[in-house]
């Protein structure tokens, strides 16, 4: 089973909220993941925040999709590194 949810740009901002949420994240087998969706305009003013959060919640089996992104995906064009695995 895999969950998504979404969750302000101030959360994952937050050192002891992404600890907690890490903390809450089952360790079964059975457990697909968690998604966190990010709205696209708070993706951009943020993607080195937001790059640097994705790679850490990988080794939590958390994932950082970027939700609404709309007209501000041209700034994405050309970012070496893109670990957010989905842009809805």
Same mark, same amino acid.
């Given at each position: 089973? &895999?969950?998504?949810?979404?969750?302000?740009?101030?959360?994952?901002? /937050? =050192?002891?909220?992404?600890?907690?949420?890490?903390?809450?994240?089952?360790?079964? =087998?059975?457990?697909?993941?968690?998604?966190? &969706?990010?709205?696209?305009?708070?993706?951009?003013?943020?993607? &080195?925040?937001?790059?640097?959060?994705?790679?850490?919640?990988?080794?939590?089996?958390?994932?950082?999709?970027? /939700?609404?992104?709309?007209?501000?995906?041209?700034?994405?064009?050309?970012?070496? /590194?893109?670990?957010?695995?989905?842009?809805?």
């Amino acid at each position: 089973m &895999e969950i998504a949810i979404n969750l302000p740009i101030t959360f994952l901002q /937050d =050192p002891d909220s992404m600890k907690g949420l890490c903390r809450q994240i089952p360790d079964h =087998p059975a457990f697909g993941g968690l998604i966190i &969706e990010v709205n696209g305009t708070d993706v951009i003013p943020n993607i &080195e925040l937001l790059k640097e959060v994705a790679r850490e919640l990988r080794f939590h089996n958390i994932a950082i999709a970027i /939700d609404d992104l709309g007209a501000e995906w041209p700034a994405l064009i050309g970012l070496n /590194d893109f670990p957010f695995p989905e842009v809805l």
